[in-house]
């Protein structure tokens, strides 16, 4: 891991806080000592409120009892790695925003990552003022920040996203989502008949270019397509060569 950097200059963003205006939960998940003690030194910096575990039973333990905001979970753990723990917090229906770290920087590493719900993830070793960054990027587009709407309610055919509640539901069937789905689905609701290119939602949903990976967004698109478009004609659409598009029915 890199460690040039100084722990004040993760503060140059403004602070955030719970909507209730309590300190973030943080938990962070690895067997180094040292990692966690840095990032949990670089998160407190930020005002959270930091609980760490080494393996992945404590793991699963600390997070069902603590109910962190935010997880970063290592992949490579003792007792359980963290695409299993992941699974069983999912499992759970504990969608809390989750940041992968992993050693390995192999696409099908990162996609199994993905896959079993993690929202985000960073390859070791990496920039500590980039880990927070990409926290506070999660928290921001979670049920957390999302900021009060005159009228939070988005409804694209029988398709309704509520802001204010962080609920989806389509022709009045609950739709579960994880963070990074949800801010998908507002961005395609946002912008109905829209084509949106993978940059212009890489841009928006992710607020970086993921390493220049687009794939990530037809993996996500994929996700929401099992969980909206299973419920009724086909919403998701896809232009080839341009990007996607989200349509009522006629």
Same mark, same amino acid.
Do not use: C
């Given at each position: 891991?890199?460690?040039?950097?100084h722990?004040p200059?993760?503060?140059a963003q403004?602070?955030?806080?719970r909507?209730d205006?309590?300190a973030?939960?943080?938990?962070v998940?690895?067997?180094?000592?040292s990692?966690?003690d840095l990032?949990s030194?670089?998160?407190?910096?930020?005002g959270?409120?930091?609980?760490?575990?080494?393996?992945?039973?404590?793991?699963?333990?600390?997070?069902?009892e603590?109910?962190?905001?935010?997880?970063?979970?290592d992949?490579?753990?003792?007792?359980l790695?963290?695409?299993? !723990? %992941? &699974? /069983?917090?999912?499992?759970?229906?504990?969608?809390?925003?989750i940041? *992968?770290?992993?050693?390995?920087?192999s #696409?099908?590493?990162?996609?199994?990552?993905l896959?079993?719900?993690g929202?985000?993830y960073v390859?070791k070793?990496?920039?500590?003022?980039e880990?927070?960054?990409?926290l506070?990027?999660?928290?921001?587009?979670s049920?957390?920040t999302?900021a009060?709407?005159?009228?939070?309610i988005?409804?694209?055919?029988?398709?309704?996203?509520?802001?204010?509640?962080?609920?989806?539901?389509?022709?009045?069937?609950?739709?579960?989502?994880?963070?990074?789905e949800f801010?998908?689905l507002r961005?395609?609701?946002?912008?109905?008949?829209? !084509? %949106? &290119? /993978?940059?212009?939602?890489?841009?928006?949903?992710?607020?970086?270019? *993921?390493?220049?990976?687009a794939?990530? #967004?037809e993996?996500?698109?994929?996700?929401l397509?099992?969980?909206?478009?299973?419920?009724?004609?086909?919403?998701i659409?896809?232009?080839r060569?341009?990007?996607?598009?989200?349509r009522a029915?006629?």
């Open positions: 891991m890199t460690q040039s950097h722990l200059a993760v503060q403004p602070r955030l806080s909507a205006g309590t973030i939960r943080a938990v998940v690895d067997d180094e000592d990692l966690t990032l030194m670089a998160l407190r910096y930020e959270w409120d930091v609980r760490l575990a080494s393996d992945g039973p404590s793991a699963l333990s600390t997070i069902r603590f109910k962190p905001d935010i997880v970063v979970l992949i490579m753990l003792p007792g790695d963290g695409l299993s !723990v %992941l &699974s /069983r917090l999912r499992a759970d229906g504990i969608q809390t925003p940041l *992968f770290l992993t050693a390995k920087d #696409v099908d590493d990162r996609i199994a990552g896959t079993v719900g929202d985000d390859t070793p990496f920039s500590l003022e880990l927070v960054a990409r506070r990027a999660l928290l921001r587009r049920a957390l999302i009060g709407e005159s009228n939070p988005i409804e694209v055919g029988d398709l309704m996203l509520d802001e204010s509640t962080y609920e989806v539901s389509r022709a009045g069937t609950p739709v579960e989502l994880t963070a990074t801010e998908l961005y395609l609701m946002r912008n109905p008949r829209r !084509v %949106l &290119s /993978r940059a212009q939602i890489l841009d928006r949903v992710w607020s970086y270019d *993921f390493g220049g990976k794939s990530v #967004v993996i996500y698109i994929s996700y397509r099992k969980k909206v478009d299973v419920l009724g004609p086909p919403m659409q896809t232009v060569g341009v990007g996607y598009m989200l029915p006629e």
